[in-house]
């Protein structure tokens, strides 16, 4: 995975969704991908925007980058999922995963 030649099986593209998009869409992505028999799937989180902070209102930067990783560890997804790795830069480099999937019993 780490050399970027497996290919995929599917993708989704979560950069742009807020939070309460990106969770469910998640979800229902991973476990149908699993039911379908997929194993490798590629998560596009976005990289976060670059740019001046207001040193009044702090503003977090690449939400979803941070927090993806957290739902992919959380039921019901952790039971799908078996192993997450950065991509690789033709895939998305820092700002997509790959997921592994486990096999569906």
């Known amino acids: 995975m780490k050399r970027g030649k497996l ?3 599917a993708r989704i ?3 742009g969704m807020t939070l309460d998009q990106a969770h469910p ?7 149908g991908a ?3 028999g997929k194993r490798l799937v590629l998560v596009i989180t976005g990289k976060g925007k670059i740019g001046e902070d207001n040193f009044l209102v702090s503003r977090q930067r ?3 980058k941070r927090q ?3 739902w992919l560890q959380m039921s019901p ?3 799908a999922v078996q192993q997450v790795s950065p991509a690789h830069i033709r895939h998305g480099g820092d700002g997509a995963l790959y997921v592994y999937l486990r ?3």
């Open 13 to 15: 593209d979560l950069h």
């Open 7 to 9: 290919v995929p099986e």
């Open 34 to 36: 699993q039911s379908s």
């Open 68 to 70: 993806v990783p957290h």
């Open 103 to 105: 096999r569906q019993r």
């Open 25 to 31: 869409a998640l979800t229902r992505f991973i476990l």
């Open 62 to 64: 690449g939400v979803l």
């Open 77 to 79: 997804l952790s039971q």
